[in-house]
């Protein structure tokens, strides 16, 4: 039956196949395509703040349990991950730790200490009337433990943890006033206030203050060759120049800069 464009069609009684023959529900689609096709599309072209997408009601009105959206392997149909209701009034992501969904399984290199970092809370969610108590983990405290993941593998890491380790690891004042506007502006989510922040990010590394001189405010502005303007890297070289210091970095123009001869690096 194919409707008259813009006519409503009630269908009371039975399943909706597309694609299959025997509908597992009152709308089941199944597509086999392997061209990079999706197999339903959705769309609402409305192009305004209120043109809104899927609404999906289901659930309990008193309790958790029910899966709102459930997301399973197209080759085996094994449950990799949902989108279930957790009390009457939220929801929880949830994925899969089954060792068959992964490879490349190997001790972490971020060993015990890192670990002993993760905190695991007790909590509950803002939106949730009934405030049920619930535990887990908060994801920016999980970013401080591992959001620099590219260090574990980073060439200069045992040089590195060497100097923590010595008591020679130091960060120029400017980078910390740089943490801390980007924490004001929004634009860095911090699991504790700034300064405290600050504070224990530095006690956990080892990490010095490095002082900030007439020397190198001077130098800053002279820095030798060609660099950008920028106030605020431009004291962090002159920072690592005056403490004839290796400069930690990852930034395209201080490694350019440093291939000129002008500073010393460590490459993250």
Not at 176 to 193: D, F, Q, R, T
Request: proline share 4%.
């Amino acid at each position: 039956m194919t409707p008259e464009l813009g006519s409503d069609t009630t269908m009371p009684v039975g399943h909706v196949g597309i694609g299959t023959t025997s509908p597992a529900g009152l709308l089941d689609v199944q597509a086999t395509s392997t061209g990079g096709g999706y197999a339903a599309y959705l769309y609402n072209n409305g192009n305004t703040t209120s043109s809104n997408g899927v609404a999906i009601r289901a659930g309990n009105s008193a309790a958790g349990g029910a899966n709102v959206l459930l997301f399973q392997r197209g080759s085996d149909g094994t449950t990799i991950g949902s989108v279930s209701q957790a009390t009457a009034s939220t929801v929880a992501y949830n994925t899969t730790s089954d060792r068959r969904l992964k490879e490349n399984i190997v001790d972490s290199t971020l060993g015990v200490d890192a670990l002993s970092r993760i905190r695991v809370r007790d909590y509950n969610y803002i939106s949730d009337g009934e405030k049920l108590t619930l535990q887990g983990f908060i994801a920016q405290e999980l970013n401080d433990v591992y959001g620099h993941d590219y260090f574990a593998n980073a060439p200069c890491r045992p040089e590195v943890e060497a100097a923590g380790r010595d008591g020679r690891l130091f960060l120029a004042p400017i980078s910390m006033w740089e943490i801390a506007m980007k924490a004001a502006k929004g634009k860095l989510a911090l699991s504790s206030p700034t300064l405290e922040w600050i504070h224990l990010s530095k006690q956990r590394s080892r990490i010095h203050d490095a002082p900030i001189t007439a020397e190198i405010a001077v130098d800053s502005v002279c820095l030798p060759g060609s660099f950008h303007n920028d106030p605020a890297d431009r004291l962090i070289i002159a920072t690592a120049r005056n403490l004839d210091a290796f400069l930690v970095t990852r930034d395209a123009a201080i490694l350019a800069y440093a291939e000129a001869g002008f500073v010393k690096v460590w490459r993250l």
